[in-house]
């Protein structure tokens, strides 16, 4: 008789919680805000041990209560109880064990992310596509939407940051697919300027799909919003790159 292999473990802490190990779903054990806080701190922090002070002030923050120590005993017993057995390893300082395979949203997305990058930079943009998609589906769920921390407030940054990373690498890739894809260059490119009006690599890709689609009048406007908001802004003119961008549109017009 063949065993079947272990069943990875599955942890999303973007949007809803849900946690699968062993082919059994576990977040009904994380009800408690303190529960659920700290095993989230665990899993972000799973390739080290946290000490106890340390998973304190995740709970409670700097200005620690003066039953800390105990409240912490009493959080880590309950979960050590709820979950699976082994999951929550350690005594003076704490780890939680998930298995080699296993999958954490928060950390696929980062992988993903830096996959898309470098697909991009190779220009296949076929996998760009993909890498990056699946990415932004995880980074457009916030994190622990429920709860509030600093060491959360800090995570969300961290996705914010992987989430522009993918948006980027996506609007690329479909502008390098071009075809059917130049409506999703256009509209990944309107969001790049939206989400982050300084950075110019949104305006680029903009200016291409809408030119690739015939609409160079309104590439060249894009350009015009750009300089206005770089001179309002920082007192500086385009990089040379959306420089280049913008004279190929020129010569476009001129021929």
Request: charge should be neutral.
């Amino acid at each position: 008789m063949t065993l079947a292999p272990p069943v990875p473990a599955r942890v999303q802490l973007c949007g809803p919680v849900v946690v699968e190990f062993d082919g059994r779903r576990w977040e009904s054990a994380l009800r408690g805000r303190q529960g659920r806080l700290l095993f989230a701190y665990l899993v972000l922090n799973r390739h080290r041990t946290c000490g106890r002070q340390e998973l304190s002030q995740a709970l409670w923050g700097e200005d620690l209560p003066p039953a800390a120590e105990a409240g912490l005993n009493a959080v880590v017993s309950k979960l050590r109880k709820s979950l699976w057995p082994g999951a929550v390893q350690g005594r003076a300082s704490l780890r939680v064990q998930l298995g080699d395979e296993s999958w954490v949203d928060v950390e696929a997305a980062e992988q993903a992310a830096h996959r898309a990058e470098s697909r991009v930079a190779l220009q296949d943009w076929t996998h760009a596509w993909g890498a990056a998609l699946a990415a932004l589906f995880i980074c457009e769920r916030e994190l622990l939407p429920h709860d509030d921390a600093e060491w959360i407030d800090q995570q969300r940054a961290r996705l914010w940051d992987i989430r522009l990373r993918a948006l980027e690498a996506y609007s690329l890739a479909a502008l390098g697919t071009a075809g059917t894809e130049l409506p999703a260059a256009v509209r990944a490119g309107r969001k790049l300027v939206r989400l982050v009006p300084l950075r110019e690599t949104g305006y680029q890709v903009l200016m291409r799909a809408l030119a690739l689609q015939g609409n160079v009048a309104e590439a060249l406007a894009v350009h015009a919003d750009l300089c206005r908001v770089l001179r309002e802004e920082l007192g500086v003119s385009p990089s040379p790159a959306t420089q280049s961008v913008y004279e190929e549109l020129l010569h476009t017009t001129g021929s």
